[in-house]
């Protein structure tokens, strides 16, 4: 198809387009004058731009590739994530893009794959993403719409479905109301119908850009009743589909078969029947039919290789129902038993005897390995966290369904939901369901309240930081920074105003958009460790206790005074002297000492100290070691002879004095364990090796020693936490 101006758009529209396109980019450096409450608004307002007008689509799509070349000439790599999600977004969306601003797109894509990480990464995606638009227009559109919206049909049985959480702790029953108003109905509640035609029209503009009459067209779908709907929709998506599983589709052939549909629906006298007439004779069977008038397509056998041939050839048509067999291979029976059958028992279907097999250990292992793959991070105190996947786009056959979960709140909540992860690993290491038919995606959205990061309460520690966790992925991700950071308090603040004004936010949506793009564009994964705490306790007869924590545990000592002496004065008063304070108790702690040079060396030491926290969030770039860094209190640093840091991965701490002291899970008041004697920290480890293990160790001499399936599996449990682009370095 020839390259074609889009005459919808003006050049005051495009020189608007710009000018938002590069306060963003204004905005990534700093140099925007919008307030801390108000970033992420210049995004949100860009994409309403084209929503409003879907011909300017391809538009922003010239002025992105534009500013990316721009940004690759100049070494400028802050920009290229943000503006790739940019123009991406606007891609899924367009009615029209020319064949040579595809091409151009693709060239870009593929030269990122000579970046280190995440660049190759995020580039690998696109370039997949955009060739398959570019052979099939309008594949990405409506695989989104049939995925978020579950519409049934045979050929694309991909959903997914999003959940959000929100801290009760945090958020008040009048903020709850708000939100709930704020983001249920910027759903509109549109029919399956109503999606059905949107995809029918998207899919026909982007395939014959300008020759295509879209009110035309969405003008007839309206008329027509229910079931020629259904049967338009079925034929579209049949068309896309199959055209999009060809390896190198043909192009015209596909347009050929859109714009012939797209006549029958216009133009037609009596649209129902003759669209009726139309689907029934080119069945989307024969789509791949060489017998096809419409669509010579190649015979998909010839061009097989021979190792495809051989897998081909093996394939079973037997459906193991003794009628469906041909004469020649009906098993030998005695006619005895025949003869004394009536019609009704011949007539019956009998299935063939079959071995019936019981799922091993080993395939329930297997199972549970391949979800995690997907996840796997580095080990905790080796090298620097990392981010991203394994899994190569089109690699390892997709999962049906998908579940978004975004949780809204602080570290605590975080820290619950690393508490429920865990819980479902363990069931599922047991007896894997849900790992083998679903994808899960966890995302984050920090919430503060201004009043509790200001106040001190019983509930808080007094100056500290509740969004640890966002404020390291805001560092790491600049466009996690703008987009979902500046959430922190733009959303009570959304909620007052919306409790105090009473007005439906349904014109504008802006919270519900802000998710919506962050679950769509949010793919690249930040791996967090998950550290597991052993609390022993001083009464003796009471259990031991295992819990999970993501960002800090916090030990306090009770504070205890001691006087050395006292001095009689005069009279029956007595004057108190040589006064030594003796806060907290004397601890003993033994660690392994972790280091970029994979060295773990085991160290002990005791202190006097009034408490400590271990921390799993790094505070700066410099010390971005995927480890914990444990500080002690003042005071017990210059009597320890230390620098009051100590960076490890495994510890065990306890006192000499049966001092019982408090340990705090996440800054979570409400996992605070009191009257403790002891506790050991270390990694997580992922339930599915250790019941491995356990399997294995009868067969190994050494408990240390990992052998069979154990030596290929990933021992720690990380939680992934999708961000835009992981971790730029």
């Known amino acids: 198809m020839e390259t074609k101006a889009n005459p919808g758009v003006t050049d005051a529209m495009e020189s608007d387009l710009l000018r938002s396109v590069h306060a963003i980019l204004l905005e990534l450096d700093g140099h925007h004058t919008a307030s801390q409450f108000n970033r992420g608004m210049l995004r949100w307002t860009l994409h309403k731009k084209i929503e409003r007008n879907p011909t300017n689509n391809s538009t922003l799509v010239k002025i992105a590739v534009k500013e990316l070349e721009r940004a690759e000439r100049s070494d400028n790599k802050l920009h290229i994530i943000p503006l790739l999600h940019t123009l991406m977004y606007a891609i899924v969306q367009a009615v029209y893009i020319p064949d040579d601003l595809y091409k151009r797109v693709y060239e870009f894509c593929k030269r990122l794959l000579t970046l280190p990480q995440p660049y190759c990464t995020v580039g690998l995606s696109h370039a997949v993403r955009v060739k398959s638009e570019r052979l099939t227009p309008g594949v990405l559109y409506q695989r989104m719409v049939l995925s978020e919206q579950n519409i049934k049909n045979e050929l694309y049985q991909y959903h997914e479905k999003v959940f959000v959480f929100a801290d009760p702790a945090l958020f008040s ?235 809204m709140g602080d570290d605590r909540i975080v820290g619950r939901l690393a508490k429920a992860y865990y819980s479902l690993r363990k069931r599922e290491a047991r007896r894997p369901f849900l790992t083998q038919k679903l994808s899960l995606q966890i995302y984050y959205v920090p919430v503060t309240h201004e009043e509790q990061s200001s106040s001190s309460t019983k509930e808080n520690t007094a100056g500290s930081d509740l969004c640890q966790l966002a404020a390291y992925l805001g560092r790491v991700d600049p466009w996690y920074e703008n987009n979902i950071r500046s959430l922190c308090h733009m959303i009570p603040k959304l909620a007052k105003m919306k409790s105090f004004s009473g007005k439906s936010s349904e014109a504008n949506p802006f919270l519900a958009d802000v998710i919506s793009y962050y679950v769509r564009m949010g793919g690249q994964p930040v791996h967090f460790c998950i550290y597991s705490v052993k609390i022993a306790f001083t009464c003796l007869t009471k259990e031991h206790v295992e819990d999970v924590f993501v960002t800090q545990l916090q030990v306090d000592i009770p504070e205890c005074m001691i006087f050395s002496g006292t001095v009689k004065g005069k009279g029956t008063l007595t004057r108190k002297k040589n006064i030594t304070e003796n806060f907290g108790a004397v601890m003993t702690i033994s660690y392994k000492k972790a280091s970029l040079s994979n060295r773990e060396v085991e160290k002990g030491l005791s202190l006097q100290t009034s408490g400590l926290v271990m921390k799993a969030i790094p505070s700066c770039e410099t010390e971005d070691l995927d480890c914990l860094i444990v500080s002690f209190s003042e005071g017990s640093k210059a009597k320890a002879g230390v620098d009051g840091k100590i960076r490890t991965c495994n510890i065990k701490i306890g006192t000499l004095e049966q001092k019982p002291f408090t340990v705090c899970l996440d800054q979570d008041y409400r996992r605070i364990f009191k009257n403790v004697a002891s506790i050991e920290v270390s990694p997580c480890l992922e339930p599915g090796y250790l019941i491995q293990k356990m399997r294995n160790s009868r067969f190994s001499v050494s408990d240390q020693e990992d052998i069979g399936l154990t030596k290929y599996m990933s021992k720690a449990l990380p939680l992934p936490i999708n961000t835009f682009a992981g971790i730029i370095q």
């Open 173 to 407: 029953m009048e903020m709850s109301a708000a939100l709930s108003s704020e983001i249920e109905p910027a759903s509109p509640c549109k029919s399956h119908m109503s999606y059905m035609c949107d995809v029918i029209v998207h899919t026909m503009q982007a395939a014959l850009g300008d020759s295509c009459d879209a009110p035309a067209l969405e003008h007839m779908l309206k008329v027509k009743g229910q079931d020629m709907i259904k049967l338009c929709f079925r034929e579209v998506v049949a068309t896309v589909e199959v055209c999009a599983e060809e390896a190198g589709g043909n192009h015209s052939l596909y347009t050929g078969r859109l714009q012939q549909l797209y006549r029958t629906i216009v133009n037609s006298a009596n649209p129902g029947k003759e669209l009726a007439k139309f689907t029934r004779s080119t069945s989307p069977n024969e789509l791949l039919s060489s017998d096809s008038v419409l669509l010579e397509m190649p015979d998909p056998v010839s061009d097989l290789t021979s190792s495809e041939l051989l897998r081909l050839s093996i394939l079973s048509t037997d459906s193991g129902i003794e009628r469906d067999l041909p004469p020649s291979e009906l098993p030998a029976v005695s006619e005895e038993p025949s003869a004394g059958r009536s019609e009704q028992e011949q007539g019956r279907l009998f299935r063939r005897g079959g071995i019936k097999m019981k799922p091993s250990v080993s395939d329930g292992v297997a199972l549970l390995q391949d979800t995690l793959e997907e996840t796997r991070a580095s080990p905790p105190g080796k090298l620097q966290r990392r981010s991203g996947s394994h899994e190569l786009p089109g690699g390892r056959q997709q999962k049906l369904y998908t579940a978004r979960i975004v949780v």
